[in-house]
């Protein structure tokens, strides 16, 4: 891909593309990552090539969360600036029209853990921590963070917030945050499964079914439904129903189009 953003990595096994935060040792998010962040999945996003992505973070932890020393120097205008700058990158992430996976191999904590909260699936290593500390340097959580009571729950999600405690791998899966928990050994792999069930599947389905997802979290039922409608019989438009359904009913594996 002819993209080389600073701090951000990218790897692509056939349709899976690998989003690696490389910034060793705890890959703690600077503007010039966040503008990483951006480039990379503006460019994802327009490869159609493209039907799902994983982010992670190189070494011992997803992310830290922000370099504090880049936070304690911004004034109210450079703050808001910032921030907005943040969310634009985040939500990019959270509108891929393909399914994105966070494998938090580590600590992944504040603006890191918003990243994670903004992919569809979230993986995760036994004895990860995860978390928005953000309350206890002076700063409220904001943008993506707003995503955690409708994972966990009003209450929990005050907790994190309000006290800036952390949840373990364990915990988190008790709560829904994550899908997965396994030995960090086991980690890359247990993580390819999953995506891989999703690949298995026909690729314009999953788009359809990626934008549906996307789309239901910010509408009422009634519309909700109104786009499910209409994504169905756009699956049509394509040979990939009659495709799966005859590979059932034959017992075979389908053959889709790449």
């Known amino acids: 891909m002819p993209v080389k953003p600073d701090f951000v990595r990218v790897e692509r096994e056939e349709a899976l593309a690998w989003v690696t935060l490389d910034r060793p040792p705890l890959n703690l998010i600077v503007p010039e990552m966040v503008e990483g962040i951006r480039v990379t999945f503006e460019a994802l996003r327009r490869d159609s090539t493209v039907r799902a992505a994983v982010i992670t973070g ?5 992310t830290g969360g922000m370099q504090l020393q880049v936070l304690r120097e911004l004034t109210p205008g450079s703050a808001k600036t910032f921030i907005a700058s943040l969310h ?3 939500n990019l992430v959270h509108e ?3 399914p994105t996976v966070c494998m938090i191999n580590g600590a992944c904590l504040g603006a890191g853990f918003e990243l994670a909260m903004a992919c569809d699936l979230r993986t995760a290593a036994a004895g990860a921590l995860m978390g928005l500390p953000e309350i206890r340097v002076g700063i409220p959580s904001v943008i993506e963070a707003a995503l955690l009571p409708g994972v966990v729950g009003p209450g ?7 006290t800036g405690e952390s949840v373990t791998a364990d915990q988190a899966l008790l709560w829904g945050l994550v899908n997965r928990v ?6 890359r792999a247990s993580t390819a499964e999953l995506v891989g069930k999703i690949l298995a599947c026909a690729p314009t389905a999953v788009r359809l079914q990626n934008e549906l997802i996307v789309r239901w979290r910010s509408t009422d039922l009634r519309t909700a439904v109104e786009y499910g409608v209409n994504a169905f019989a756009q699956s049509f438009a394509t040979g990939e129903p009659r ?3 005859d590979a059932y009913l034959a017992k075979r594996r389908p053959r889709f189009a790449p």
């Open 58 to 62: 190189a070494g011992r932890a997803t």
């Open 156 to 162: 929990r999600a005050a907790e994190m917030l309000l």
């Open 88 to 90: 634009e990158a985040i």
């Open 182 to 187: 396994v030995p960090p050994a086991e980690l």
């Open 96 to 98: 891929a029209p393909f």
């Open 243 to 245: 495709e799966a359904m």
